[in-house]
């Protein structure tokens, strides 16, 4: 069935306020914390703010552009479309300690403000901390079946906590697809990515950030909204056309495990030809990943023998139990050092 596929653009009264008077020092952002969404939209950091972010398209660089022409808000079926559809969905759902806190809508803008989770983007701290995270095989023990690098044993714990919050921030996501007598909001994340995960001040708990790349169905637009956008990776599960389905975060969700648990994306890092990695999903040919590192899990997820993400947090429990690992309550596990490691 085709897809009919609605921008999202900000209400009438956000498309053009006149911005508070800026002293000229401060008219730029303060500092860009991030870029995200192959670097098309940036988390900027607010001036004048205690630890506020505002996500905003690459092109908008001056505070006070918020004119109805400005350049920025012209591609509302791209990047600030992205912009808005996080602001949209973040509008209809509450607050869980696993996705970055929405604060409000910006003024001026209609742009998402956030509250700053107090760490590092989780791309930008794996490339900063790489040689403490991963051991690398030695050439001659490199098979295709797999990466040829693991997590180093002393910090799989950490990912273990990675995981549990990813798959927590997603149980959360989806149980609004669920509320009765209908949902207000029916939410798939979409193509998941490291970079959409931030840390907070501690490096130890792992949050969400925003909904750039996800579907979303209302009660007043029954239709997905927005611009889905999708990485152009060649293991992953949508296609060039797919809709992002409750499924499909489940199979990402295994992806961006497997990448925490070997510093590599499913496909990469196992000497493969282009051509190998474009087919192993067509195939159903997965990469290994041993039951330490939860393959067992990982790989439920990409052949669906995993099919929701309630079935996926019980499923890490468990592997967590039968690891001997203790995860208390709101699935934390206590005594994570990160001794050595740059925050």
């Known amino acids: 069935m085709a897809r009919t596929n609605y921008g999202v653009k900000p209400p ?22 991030a870029s995200i969404d192959g670097d098309n939209v940036q988390i900027a950091e607010l001036a ?15 505070r006070n552009d918020v004119g109805e022409d400005a350049e920025w808000r012209t591609d509302d079926d791209g990047d600030a479309g992205r912009c808005w559809k996080t602001t949209l969905i973040y509008q209809h759902i509450g607050h869980h300690p696993n996705v970055v806190r929405f604060l409000r809508p910006d003024e001026w803008t209609w742009l998402p403000v956030l509250a700053n989770p107090g760490g590092p983007n989780l791309q930008k701290f794996l490339d900063s901390n790489r040689s403490e995270m991963y051991d690398q095989r030695e ?9 040829c690098a693991r997590a180093k044993r002393s910090r799989l714990i950490l990912v273990y906590q990675w995981a549990l919050h990813l798959a927590s921030a997603l149980k959360f996501i989806h149980n609004y697809s669920f509320e ?11 193509d998941l990515r490291v970079e959409d995960c931030w840390l907070d001040a501690s490096g130890t708990s792992l949050l969400l950030l925003g909904f750039l790349r996800s579907s979303c169905r209302t009660r007043s637009s029954p239709q997905h909204i927005g611009n889905i956008g999708l990485s152009g990776r060649d293991f992953q599960p949508l296609g060039r056309r797919g809709v992002p389905s409750l499924q499909t975060d489940v199979f990402y969700w295994g992806c961006v495990v497997y990448e925490l648990m070997t510093g590599y ?19 159903r040919v997965w990469p290994r990943l041993e039951s330490e590192y939860l393959g067992d899990v990982v790989t439920k997820c990409w052949t669906g023998e995993i099919a929701s993400a309630v079935e996926l947090l019980c499923a890490v429990r468990e592997a967590m139990t039968e690891l001997g690992v203790m995860v208390g309550d709101n699935d934390e596990i206590m005594d994570i050092a990160l001794d050595g490691m740059t925050i």
């Open 139 to 147: 050439s001659g023990t490199v098979d295709k079946s797999t990466a």
């Open 48 to 62: 004048n703010a205690d630890s506020e972010l505002l996500m905003v398209p690459k092109t908008y660089e001056d």
């Open 265 to 283: 994306w499913p496909g990469e890092g196992q000497g493969l030809a282009q051509e190998e990695m474009e087919s192993l999903v067509s195939r």
């Open 180 to 190: 009765e007598p209908a949902p207000k909001i029916s939410i798939a994340f979409g």
């Open 12 to 33: 009438f009264q956000h498309q053009a306020n006149t911005p508070k008077a800026y002293p000229h020092s401060e008219r730029t952002f303060l500092q860009v914390n």
